[in-house]
């Protein structure tokens, strides 16, 4: 199984992987971070389910246009057919309606093709069978901790595998809680089709896009909506856990939870796009995880309810994504110091302090939150931790933990000026003192460039950041020559590692998506356009046939590896295009 044939379908409330062969291959439910109700993505006696054609061929996929609804049409004996997948976003009566259901539409285009339907869904990391149970109405699978049922018009004695004639259109309706169908299912499933439809493409129309890279851009949107919990503002980092980095890497990493430094970054490229809701509503997860810390000791990454038990285990007898083990749930990076979550939280905030557009989400404890951010911030830069990259050992100052703590200072100092002027002096010798730090700590006099860890030698590519949080101004030459000196050490077949130390698990052998897309940015805020334009064409090469992309990138055998899809990845590709972009007032 390869990610590039998956493609994703969501609403906010979950998310469900679809293969080329009709199979529905991953799914958890009734949210991201709970366990699976389909898994054979990680293990073939996981669960599945399975609408395609009688001989096993695969199909050709594609999304209905800006949508999140998915197409796989099939060639089958006696005809063809298409499998619409899509789980219901819609409004209606002035809320937006999520339900924990996933419905799949089968319809003939051409003859009459023979087509098969199984549905097998498992008991989550036990992989036990539920008991089944037909009723008139659906059938329901007992032993979850709430009610599954599928309702379909389609013969019970078909569910098993045996392969019919598709003769009309079929409908299927997977829902966990009460089914609650308010009408025939046939209409039901219509209309919340179109409804579905007319909703993510009204999403579309308010996206604001750059000129060039559009399509790209779009779905990458389109993607990184599905990574938001909308109940409580939570953003995902990833659908998936425990794809490998790499082949034989034994880097599997449970990636479906809230990482606050992943959020940040999402929420920046929704601002680009012009979407602010999600911010506001990520504000609100904020202040509940900060309500159940005092001290501001912040975990890198929560559960999408805010809390934090995370314990990393491994589960012995599944088989691994490709064989590839182990299969992780939790995450111990939970556990871990990352100091530069303070400063790019500060970061999160304070576009609602600077930009007036949303002086109605500004409150008392917002504004009090986003000091306690900064405060923090400025206390640790400078110290050990493990960085953006999570090392797992051998914690050292690292100079981009340090980058994002000046960041914040900065931007509190920014706020301050306008909100508490009598504090801004502090919050501006701060971000001074920070910044003299780094010059002084993170800049390499011998290789001429700013390296990952205070008094080290080693390049990390986390480091172009400095280019758009605008440390150094565009043509300062340690800029560029930290730009050159990244480029030309960490680069493998045109491709961006994050860092070329041995971490713990060897050294990485495949690039980190989001580090070639940092590099356009980079390029393009030193006025380097055409190198930005040239690394952007290769790298958005990475994206699959449906526009998806995962955590890493295999340059050699051109595959995708890592959890998938990754929400960082997308934020590097929307991030970059606007980089690479001219602006429409350049071309119209």
């Known amino acids: 199984m390869r990610l590039e044939d998956l493609g994703l379908v969501g609403n906010c409330q979950f998310s469900a992987l679809v293969s080329r062969t009709g199979d529905v291959v991953w799914c958890c439910l009734p949210r991201f971070d709970s366990e699976p109700v389909f898994s054979s993505l990680l293990d073939e006696e996981g669960g599945r389910w399975l609408i395609g054609p009688a001989d096993g061929s695969v199909g050709t996929q594609q999304y209905l246009p800006n949508t999140n609804v998915l197409e796989t049409r099939f060639l089958a004996p006696g005809g063809s057919f298409r499998v619409l997948d899509f789980a219901p976003r819609f409004a209606e009566l002035e809320r937006y309606h999520r339900p924990t259901r996933l419905v799949r539409i089968v319809e003939p285009v051409e003859g009459t093709p023979m087509v098969r339907v199984v549905c097998q869904p498992r008991l989550g990391w036990s992989r036990n069978v539920p008991t089944e149970v037909q009723t008139s109405e659906h059938v329901s699978f007992d032993g979850f901790s709430s009610l599954l049922t599928l309702a379909t018009d389609t ?18 309706v997977l829902s966990w809680g009460p089914p609650a169908l308010e009408e025939p299912l046939a209409s039901t499933c219509d209309r919340q089709l179109r409804s579905t439809v007319a909703y993510w493409q009204r999403w579309v129309k308010h996206c604001d896009v750059p000129p060039l890279f559009q399509d790209e851009v779009i779905r990458s949107a389109l993607a990184l909506k599905l990574h938001c919990f909308e109940d409580t503002g939570a953003i995902v980092a ?38 602010f809701e999600e911010r506001e509503q990520f504000v609100q997860y904020l202040l509940n995880v900060v309500g159940g810390s005092p001290s501001l000791d912040l975990a890198p990454l929560y559960r999408v309810d805010g809390t934090s038990e995370l314990q990393e285990r491994v589960l012995e007898n599944w088989r691994g994504f490709e064989g590839e083990k182990p299969v992780r749930i939790g995450n111990g990076a939970a556990t871990h110091r990352q100091n530069d979550i303070f400063g790019e939280m500060v970061l999160a905030l304070a576009p609602v302090f600077l930009d007036e557009r949303f002086r109605a989400e500004r409150t008392r404890d917002s504004l009090e939150l986003v000091e306690r951010l900064a405060k923090k911030a400025i206390a640790v830069a400078g110290s050990p931790d493990a960085g953006i990259w999570e090392y797992r050992g051998n914690w050292r ?16 100092a920014r706020v301050a000026e306008r909100h508490v002027p009598n504090r801004a002096a502090e919050y501006r010798a701060a971000a001074d003192r920070i910044r003299e730090q780094i010059l002084a700590s993170g800049w390499n006099a011998d290789r001429r460039t700013f390296v990952g860890s205070y008094g080290g030698s080693d390049l990390d590519a986390a480091l172009l950041q400095l280019a758009p949080l605008h440390f150094l101004s565009p043509g300062d030459a340690r800029l560029g020559s930290t730009i050159d000196a990244i480029g ?37 805020a030193a006025g380097r356009h055409d190198e930005a334009r040239a690394v952007l064409d290769r790298a958005r090469s990475a994206r699959s046939p449906l526009g998806l992309l995962s955590e890493d990138y295999e340059a050699s055998t051109a595959r995708m590896w890592g959890n998938f899809p990754q929400a960082y990845s997308h934020v590097g590709l929307i991030h970059a295009a606007y980089a690479a972009s001219p602006r429409w007032t350049d071309i119209l």
């Open 488 to 524: 030309e050490s960490l680069t493998r077949d045109g491709w961006l590692f994050r860092y070329a130390a041995d971490d713990g698990f060897g050294q990485p052998t495949v690039a980190f998506t989001i580090c070639s897309f940092w590099w356009v940015e980079a390029l393009a």
């Open 397 to 412: 100052p690292q100079t981009f933990s340090s980058l994002m703590c000046w960041a914040g200072a900065d931007r509190m």
């Open 155 to 172: 013969p019970y004695s078909y569910l098993g595998g045996r392969p019919f004639a598709l003769t009309s259109r079929r409908y299927f």
């Open 238 to 275: 990833a659908t998936t856990t425990s794809i490998p980095e790499a082949p034989g890497s034994g880097r599997t990493w449970d990636y479906r939870y809230c990482w606050l430094r992943d959020s940040y970054y999402v929420l920046g490229a929704l601002g680009l796009l012009g979407h």
